[in-house]
RNA sequence: CGGGGCGUAGCGCAGCCCGGUAGCGCACCGGACUGGGGGUCCGGUGGUCGCAGGUUCAAAUCCUGUCGCCCCGACCA
């Protein structure tokens, strides 16, 4: 591609828009724009590195029997009904058509896989199967951001496996995790698995693939030790239990002291010998009062699995109501509430509230001061032990970049998606589904790979293998070197991106880091003084080759076969 | 949905408090010089100041409403 009459435009200062290093970059670099808030366009470039992410996916995918087809993005309400999903989700976008009748835009497609099973699966001789598809999704989300990482409208591989029972499901589910990873560690990126929550999606498992990246908006826990690794939503960390002080149960007097922080300096003691009492409202069990360690934090999702249900935080006259005393001044001792206690409270004494202003107890046990129920609550903190093996654990930020569920036969059961077995009777069909987000992939790869001068691409999904910059355009000798070379690139099948704009050196060069296409080819004054070229990588920038022209396309080759 | 911030030229911003001819840098167009890390000089083009209403002799500026975008939180198949 010609840089000088392409839709390349790049920018030189940050668009005041963007926070997140990759929405910087893409948008910078010239590969996005932004439509409206989570909605974008994907120029050239950006374009190709979507492109090249999704070959090597759909590599992938046949590898392992994958079936590709292309499945609509607009749906008929009546399959989301059958399932129960046309109520109750807000993310869907739903619209009618002139008649009135109710349709939806994909956010997923379980219900059009369990429709087309429905009618085209009849035996267990018709399974296996795996389906899939690279087609845009639309989600309403709450709060699009961070560029391209969380978007309205965004293109997802998605696949579907139908088996006949679970170890079979199983299989199936093994084969697409060995892929993922696969896909993953072409593509250059650092990622981990981890066992993840099922959420809405219901099913019998889960995992998740996430790479760690400073724009991320989940955190995993980790241990070096075993390879343990979880959402924080499911992670379990064993805390340290910290020296406990000889108390005998008193009162003591917090005077104006309400939140930890101040209680536990009021007080001169470790905030781990205190507890932080919570006030929560649930809608069919009513006010619990939620206990976990001073220094640990709820975890919300925690929460709602320990309760099943999704409680909310009590207003702070729902406290005074049901415990007698404001928030931060409130206890299980003598609450006339149900208590639900994190693990780590099971043993020791505690300062807690005492549901009077003013006043805290010291010396508290769960067990001889008040009755609770235990469940693991808290978020997992770095240095927790490691629940496997008891190694300290790490808490990594990531950006989840696929993720793979055991659904079973939730959805088959609701459009009547059967098999007969050999036996001869109707089973359902078990099923699985899978997803990747392209776009995903390319923003995390950006934000691991990025340094001070741009995006430094993985050679794997670069837009462009070869950057080829010609110094001045007036040097008739450099123009013809340069235009042999990229010709010389594309005849060898090379992607290459000709700088062949009138510009002045030092833009051309500091778009080609901007761009961060793996290798850079410049022709400038060393061809006429030497008779050489320079190459250079992209990721190495202080290691430079100089070579005759003729020489160029070997030099490129040696380079690219052997990145890094 | 709760909290905060911002909408002025293609991009980044000033002007707004204290009403009175809409400005700066970059980009863009023409010209000259220059040519290895975002050049210099000269001359230009480009703006319903997000939108609507109000106050006023006069509104980018004050008031009311509204739309959009970003960030934090909640949510997230």
Same mark, same amino acid.
Not at 489 to 512: I, M, N, S, T
């Given at each position: ?21 990759? #929405? ?11 439509? %409206? ?134 299989? !199936? ?18 990622? #981990?698995?981890?066992? +993840? ?79 932080? +009492? ?18 640990? +934090?709820? #975890?919300?999702?925690? /929460?709602?699995?320990? =309760? ?20 931060? !001044? ?34 508290? !046990? ?11 609550? #808290? ?27 055991? =659904?079973?036969?939730?959805? +088959? ?45 993985? %050679? ?99 380079? /690219?076969?052997?990145?890094?």
């Amino acid at each position: 591609m010609r840089l000088a009459k392409s839709l390349l435009p790049t920018l030189r200062e940050d668009p005041s828009d963007a926070e997140a290093l990759s #929405h910087k970059l893409m948008l910078r670099a010239g590969l996005v724009r932004q439509l %409206a808030a989570g909605i974008y366009v994907y120029l050239p470039l950006g374009h190709r590195v979507l492109e090249r992410i999704n070959v090597i996916i759909r590599e992938e995918m046949n590898a392992i029997g994958g079936q590709e087809m292309t499945m609509p993005v607009m749906h008929p309400a009546e399959i989301w009904q059958k399932t129960g999903r046309w109520e109750g989700i807000p993310e869907m976008f739903k619209l009618k058509d002139r008649y009135g009748r109710d349709m939806v835009l994909g956010m997923t497609h379980e219900e059009v896989v369990a429709w087309l099973a429905a009618r085209e699966i009849r035996s267990y001789r018709d399974l296996p199967q795996i389906w899939y598809q690279i087609q845009t999704k639309e989600r309403d989300e709450a709060r699009p951001r961070s560029g391209v990482l969380r978007t309205r409208e965004f293109v997802m591989k998605d696949s579907y496996t139908l088996d006949p029972d679970v170890a079979a499901l199983d299989r !199936s589910y093994a084969a697409h995790e060995r892929a993922y990873r696969r896909i993953f560690e072409r593509c250059g990126l650092r990622f #981990h698995v981890a066992q +993840s929550d099922t959420g809405m999606m219901g099913g019998l498992g889960a995992h998740e693939f996430l790479a760690p990246c400073a724009a991320g908006e989940d955190e995993i826990a980790l241990c070096a030790g075993c390879g343990y690794a979880a959402n924080v939503e499911i992670a379990r960390g064993v805390p340290a239990a910290p020296a406990f002080p000889a108390w005998t149960r008193e009162e003591v007097a917090t005077p104006n002291a309400r939140t930890i922080a101040e209680v536990s300096r009021l007080l001169a003691i470790d905030p781990r010998l205190t507890i932080k +009492s919570l006030l929560f409202v649930a809608p069919n069990a009513g006010p619990v009062l939620v206990l976990v360690r001073g220094d640990h +934090s709820l #975890h919300e999702r925690k /929460l709602t699995r320990a =309760l099943g249900e999704e409680a909310r935080a009590a207003h702070p006259d729902e406290v005074r109501q049901h415990l007698g005393a404001p928030v931060g !001044s409130v206890g299980p001792v003598g609450a006339r509430v149900a208590v639900l206690a994190d693990e780590a409270l099971r043993e020791g004494a505690y300062v807690a509230g005492a549901n009077r202003d003013g006043v805290h107890l010291r010396g508290v !046990s769960a067990g001889r001061d008040f009755e609770a129920r235990f469940a693991d609550l #808290h978020a997992v903190a770095a240095g927790e032990a490691c629940p496997q093996c008891g190694k300290p654990l790490a808490v990594e930020t990531v950006i989840e970049i696929g993720n793979i569920f055991k =659904l079973g036969t939730k959805y +088959s059961e609701a459009l009547g998606a059967m098999y007969l077995d050999e036996g001869g009777k109707e089973q359902p069909i078990v099923m699985g589904s899978y997803g990747i987000g392209p776009a995903r992939i390319a923003a995390a790869a950006v934000e691991q790979l990025a340094d001070a001068d741009g995006i430094v691409w993985p %050679a794997a999904i670069a837009p462009f293998q070869v950057h080829v910059v010609v110094v001045s355009l007036r040097d008739a000798g450099q123009v013809a070197a340069a235009e042999g070379i990229y010709d010389a690139c594309r005849a060898a099948g090379l992607d290459a991106l000709f700088d062949d704009r009138d510009e002045r050196p030092g833009v051309k060069f500091k778009d080609a880091d901007l761009l961060g296409v793996p290798v850079r080819v410049t022709v400038g004054n060393a061809l006429a003084k030497e008779g050489v070229v320079e190459i250079k990588e992209r990721r190495a920038p202080r290691r430079e080759q100089r070579v005759p022209k003729d020489r160029v396309l070997d030099t490129l080759q040696e380079v /690219l076969a052997h990145p890094r």
